[in-house]
């Protein structure tokens, strides 16, 4: 009789050994799932930024190679070519 309680006190321990160790998994498991789940929002912002830059960067670059900006580049470069020549 006195083996089988000793058996199930430590029975009893493990388990609750176990326990703890599961309950400090699932906090483990909870943080890493925060972390996941901000960096997957900032790497949505980051993405979101970055397409913003990129329609910026497009219609910039649609002036400098606007039709508009290259005739008066040109008449700007003929204007200061005639008044070097006087």
Do not use: C, Y
Request: net charge positive.
């Amino acid at each position: 009789m006195d083996n089988h309680r000793k058996a199930d006190q430590e029975l009893k321990k493990r388990v609750i050994k176990l326990e703890f160790l599961l309950r400090e998994a699932r906090i483990q498991a909870r943080k890493l799932q925060k972390v996941v789940e901000k960096k997957e929002k900032d790497l949505k912002d980051l993405q979101t930024q970055l397409a913003s830059n990129a329609s910026v960067l497009k219609r910039t670059a649609g002036f400098w190679g606007s039709s508009v900006f290259k005739f008066a580049a040109s008449a700007s470069a003929l204007v200061l070519f005639i008044f070097m020549k006087h």
